[in-house]
T-cell receptor
Framework: DTGVSQDPRHKITKRGQNVTFRCDPISEHNRLYWYRQTLGQGPEFLTY????????KSRLLSDRFSAERPKGSFSTLEIQRTEQGDSAMYLC?????????????FGNGTRLTVT | GNSVTQMEGPVTLSEEAFLTINCTYTATGYPSLFWYVQYPGEGLQLLLK?????DKGSNKGFEATYRKETTSFHLEKGSVQVSDSAVYFC?????????FGTGTSLTVIP
């Protein structure tokens, strides 16, 4: 168990560019979540997958955001036409749907700065 | 609805002081309750959890008891250390969703 890993750790981009982040969950976990965290706030839910199916998306999620988990393992989160308001820490977490009361296990996040 | 309200920080304590961080929740259904800790530049780490009323979660000297009658899950530690300086998040899990508080920053000074 190597934990949840996210790549890159930091991303600086200019406004209007597209960015893509990757998350590799704990291998036996079938649920994968994306959260956004801004300074002084708790994680804000964006979307989650069970296996390869995207089961829920936040109503707050702009259509510039898209996430995939094509083979039910790693996931990518893409932000198109980035805006300065997208600057935040993007956290990925995984859990097991097969274990009752399974907590979330978080990666170290990708910090996005849009200039 | 579903939400978590936790004590606003920042909290500054001297080493060996007693810590309490208050957390209350609203939930549809019967949630599991969690405390997570976040160190600078890192993701959230699970600190402890409780899954039913009157359960006590504990880890690294921290404790929290699931109080259904008051919908609370307050975090306590009898004697804090400098290494406990971090941001603490209370959370609950209802269905497939997790709901987080805004976090309480703790600084412990020697």
């Amino acid at each position: 168990d190597t934990g949840v890993s996210q790549d890159p750790r930091h991303k600086i981009t200019k406004r209007g560019q597209n960015v893509t982040f990757r998350c590799d969950p704990i291998s036996e976990h079938n649920r994968l979540y994306w959260y956004r965290q801004t300074l002084g706030q708790g994680p804000e839910f964006l979307t989650y997958f069970q296996n390869e199916a995207q089961l829920e998306k936040s109503r707050l999620l702009s259509d510039r955001f898209s996430a995939e988990r094509p083979k039910g393992s790693f996931s990518t989160l893409e932000i198109q036409r980035t805006e300065q308001g997208d600057s935040a820490m993007y956290l990925c977490a995984s859990s097991s749907a097969d274990r009752v009361f399974s907590p979330l296990h978080f990666g170290n996040g990708t910090r996005l700065t849009v200039t | 609805g579903n939400s978590v309200t936790q004590m606003e920080g920042p909290v500054t304590l001297s080493e060996e002081a007693f810590l309490t961080i208050n957390c209350t929740y609203t939930a549809t259904g019967y949630p599991s309750l969690f405390w997570y800790v976040q160190y600078p530049g890192e993701g959230l780490q699970l600190l402890l959890k409780a899954t039913k009323a009157d359960d006590k979660g504990s880890n690294k000297g921290f404790e929290a008891t699931y109080r259904k009658e008051t919908t609370s899950f307050h975090l306590e530690k009898g004697s804090v250390q400098v290494s406990d300086s971090a941001v603490y998040f209370c959370a609950h899990n209802t269905g497939n969703q997790f709901y987080f508080g805004t976090g309480t920053s703790l600084t412990v000074i020697p």
